[in-house]
T-cell receptor, first 115, second 115 residues
Framework: AQSVSQHNHHVILSEAASLELGCNYS??????LFWYVQYPGQHLQLLLK??????LVKGIKGFEAEFIKSKFSFNLRKPSVQWSDTAEYFC?????????????FGQGTILTVHP | DTGVSQNPRHKITKRGQNVTFRCDPI?????LYWYRQTLGQGPEFLTY????????KSRLLSDRFSAERPKGSFSTLEIQRTEQGDSAMYLC?????????????FGEGSWLTVV
C-alpha cells in the first residue's frame, strides 16, 4: 500500500521568506499527486495537482511543486510567503489502477507565517 | 453554492447513540468518498462509491459504520453505537472519473463529538 510522508510537522516563517515543504511517497507505479490546503476553520482546498507532463506545476496563490520521480518526491514551494498563507498543508497521492481515485494523505504540515 | 455539501456540520452525541451524516456531492460527480480526520492527522480513507455501488471499504470502517448512496446521488454515513474513539471530522468528497486524471473536491466536514 502506498504511503505519504511529510517531513515537517510545523514550520514557522516570517513574511517574505521562502517556503519549501517536503513530501515523499512510496509507490512504484504511476501516480497523481496533490497538495491541499486547509485554512483555519475552512475545508480542504486543492492547491495544485500533477497528473502528467511538465513535472513543475503551478497552483493558486503563487505556489508551485516539482515532481521528481527518481526521488519519489513532490515538494511544495513558494518564493515569498504572506501572513495569509498560515494554514495546514497536506500532500496526497492517488496511485491509480484499482485505487478508484482514493487519495492517501500525509500527516500534514502546519505553516505559521508571522507578519 | 455548487460544492460538496455536508450536514450536520457539528454533532454531539452520547456514547452508544447512533448518528447519521449526509453528503451531497457536486452535481454530476459519479465518485463519492468518505474520509475521517482526527486532530494532527491527515484524512484517512473510509469508503468509496462509484454511482450507487460501494466499491471499496477501508479496514477502518468497522461493522458499526455503514454508508449508502441510493440512486447514485447523495450519500449517508451512519455510525451505530458510537464510541468515544469515533470522535473525529468526517469528510465527504466527490470527483468525476476521467482517464486523464481525477481531482477530488472536499466538503467542509461534519464534526462528531462523542461524550
Amino acid at each position: 500500500a502506498q504511503s505519504v510522508s511529510q517531513h515537517n510537522h510545523h514550520v514557522i516563517l516570517s513574511e517574505a521568506a521562502s517556503l519549501e515543504l517536503g513530501c515523499n511517497y512510496s509507490y512504484g507505479g504511476t501516480v497523481n499527486l496533490f497538495w491541499y490546503v486547509q485554512y483555519p476553520g475552512q475545508h480542504l482546498q486543492l492547491l495544485l495537482k500533477y497528473f502528467s507532463g511538465d513535472p513543475l506545476v503551478k497552483g493558486i496563490k503563487g505556489f508551485e511543486a516539482e515532481f521528481i520521480k527518481s526521488k519519489f518526491s513532490f515538494n511544495l514551494r513558494k518564493p515569498s510567503v504572506q501572513w495569509s498563507d498560515t494554514a495546514e498543508y497536506f500532500c496526497a497521492v492517488y496511485a491509480g489502477g484499482t485505487s478508484y481515485g482514493k487519495l492517501t494523505f500525509g500527516q500534514g504540515t502546519i505553516l505559521t507565517v508571522h507578519p | 453554492d455548487t460544492g460538496v455539501s455536508q450536514n450536520p456540520r457539528h454533532k454531539i452525541t452520547k456514547r452508544g447513540q447512533n448518528v447519521t451524516f449526509r453528503c451531497d456531492p457536486i452535481s454530476e460527480h459519479n465518485r463519492l468518498y468518505w474520509y475521517r480526520q482526527t486532530l494532527g492527522q491527515g484524512p484517512e480513507f473510509l469508503t468509496y462509491f462509484q454511482n450507487e455501488a460501494q466499491l471499496e471499504k477501508s479496514r477502518l470502517l468497522s461493522d458499526r459504520f455503514s454508508a449508502e448512496r441510493p440512486k447514485g446521488s447523495f450519500s449517508t454515513l451512519e455510525i451505530q453505537r458510537t464510541e468515544q474513539g469515533d470522535s473525529a471530522m468526517y469528510l465527504c468528497a466527490s470527483s468525476l472519473s476521467k482517464v486523464s486524471g481525477n481531482t477530488i473536491y472536499f466538503g467542509e466536514g461534519s464534526w462528531l463529538t462523542v461524550v
